[in-house]
T-cell receptor
């Protein structure tokens, strides 16, 4: 169990640029989640995948955001035409839904700063 | 709609004294409730989870929480604070089995030597 890995740890970009983050879940975890955490707040749910299927998206996920999990393993979160309001910590989590005591394992996050 | 309210944004205690972090929840039915801890530059870690099996839930690192339906509370306690407990703590509710977690705004715990 190597944990949930996120890359990059930090990303600084200029307003209007596109950015892409990657999340590698714990192997064999079939569920993968994206959350966003702004300064001084708790994380907010963005979207989640069951294997490669994206089953739910929050209203926070505007049309500029897209997430994929093409082979049911790693996932990417892309933000197009970034805005200053997108500055936040983006957290990925994974879980295995076939155990009685399911729990989420979180990565350390990608800190995005939009200048 | 389900939500949680963490009543204190900051709590400061002396090392060796008890810790109490307060959380109230709002739910139309019996929820799943959690406490997570976030240390700087580390991922969120699950401390404990309530799913109706027992009202007093024991977690890791000596923490425990009691579910009180009459008070709609799920406060986190620890008998004796350690310096390593200094972190951000989140009370969390899950509306269903999808683990679309709803986080509170967090309580920052400071532990004084």
């Amino acid at each position: 169990d190597t944990g949930v890995s996120q890359d990059p740890r930090h990303k600084i970009t200029k307003r209007g640029q596109n950015v892409t983050f990657r999340c590698d879940p714990i192997s064999e975890h079939n569920r993968l989640y994206w959350y966003r955490q702004t300064l001084g707040q708790g994380p907010e749910f963005l979207t989640y995948f069951q294997n490669e299927a994206q089953l739910e998206k929050s209203r926070l996920l505007s049309d500029r955001f897209s997430a994929e999990r093409p082979k049911g393993s790693f996932s990417t979160l892309e933000i197009q035409r970034t805005e200053q309001g997108d500055s936040a910590m983006y957290l990925c989590a994974s879980s295995l839904d076939r155990v009685p005591d399911e729990k989420l394992f979180f990565g350390s996050g990608t800190q995005l700063s939009v200048l | 709609a389900q939500s949680v309210t963490q009543l204190d944004s900051h709590v400061s205690v002396s090392e060796g004294t008890p810790v109490l972090l307060r959380c109230n929840y709002s739910s139309s039915y019996s929820p799943s409730l959690f406490w997570y801890v976030q240390h700087p530059n580390k991922g969120l870690q699950l401390l404990l989870k309530y799913t109706s099996a027992a009202t007093l839930v024991k977690g890791i690192n000596g923490f425990e929480a009691e579910f009180k339906k009459s008070e709609t509370s799920f406060h986190l306690t620890k008998p004796s604070a350690h310096m390593s407990d200094a972190a951000e703590y989140f009370c969390v509710v899950s509306p269903d089995s999808s683990y679309k977690l709803i986080f509170g705004s967090g309580t920052r715990l400071l532990v004084r030597p």
